[in-house]
T-cell receptor, first 115, second 115 residues
Framework: DAGVIQSPRHEVTEMGQEVTLRCKPISGHDYLFWYRQTMMRGLELLIYFNNNVPIDDSGMPEDRFSAKMPNASFSTLKIQPSEPRDSAVYFC?????????????FGPGTRLTVL | QKEVEQNSGPLSVPEGAIASLNCTYSDRGSQSFFWYRQYSGKSPELIMFIYSNGDKEDGRFTAQLNKASQYVSLLIRDSQPSDSATYLCAVKVGAGGTSYGKLTFGQGTILTVHP
């Protein structure tokens, strides 16, 4: 299996621009998770989906952030408008079994820099 | 109080020694416990999970769980320079909790194994 695929791997943008991050989960996995990692805050769960339906978005920092999962093989995380404090590494992860006994597999991440 | 706490380190051990990594958690409803390894610039990689009190061994790695003390640890025997990484403890609560399904990470412990 190719594992979790994320694109782009690096994104540099200017404040105020829209940013879209993409994720393809492992085939057959029915849970998808979006995380953000910074030095200050560590690894934070932003939102997760089960069978394409958002289950918990309590970690989404504010209305500028939105996530969708239109089908089982694709998800997006959008930031509009972007701000310098959004600079971080964004990871997507997927799992097969239902929580709490699942194992999450992480994608390579997207390093976002907002100037 | 943070939900999941780890000593940030860095923890430095000589090659061949035992590295001991510790983690405490605050939610007594937690049922699943994971250790991830993250190399610099890479994504987290699952190395161990444990659900029951006691020890679980996998090769050079041993995870230890004590739910009464809300404590989970990871021992790495015969440490190698290639074990140098950040080790993340992650905890999930069981069904019925307000954060059901959410994976909460500690800040991570930086481990350095020197030749």
């Amino acid at each position: 299996d190719a594992g979790v695929i994320q694109s782009p791997r690096h994104e540099v943008t200017e404040m105020g621009q829209e940013v879209t991050l993409r994720c393809k989960p492992i085939s057959g996995h029915d849970y998808l998770f979006w995380y953000r990692q910074t030095m200050m805050r560590g690894l934070e769960l932003l939102i997760y989906f089960n069978n394409n339906v958002p289950i918990d978005d309590s970690g989404m920092p504010e209305d500028r952030f939105s996530a969708k999962m239109p089908n089982a093989s694709f998800s997006t995380l959008k930031i509009q408008p972007s701000e310098p404090r959004d600079s971080a590494v964004y990871f997507c992860a997927s799992s097969l079994l239902a929580p709490p006994l699942d194992t999450q597999y992480f994608g390579p991440g997207t390093r976002l820099t907002v100037l | 109080q943070k939900e999941v706490e780890q000593n940030s380190g860095p923890l430095s051990v000589p090659e061949g020694a035992i590295a001991s990594l510790n983690c405490t958690y605050s939610d007594r409803g937690s049922q699943s416990f994971f250790w991830y390894r993250q190399y610099s610039g890479k994504s987290p990689e699952l190395i161990m999970f444990i659900y029951s009190n006691g020890d679980k061994e996998d090769g050079r790695f041993t995870a230890q769980l004590n739910k009464a003390s809300q404590y989970v640890s990871l021992l790495i025997r015969d440490s190698q320079p290639s074990d140098s990484a950040t080790y993340l403890c992650a905890v999930k609560v069981g069904a019925g909790g307000t954060s059901y399904g959410k994976l909460t990470f500690g800040q991570g412990t930086i481990l350095t194994v020197h030749p």
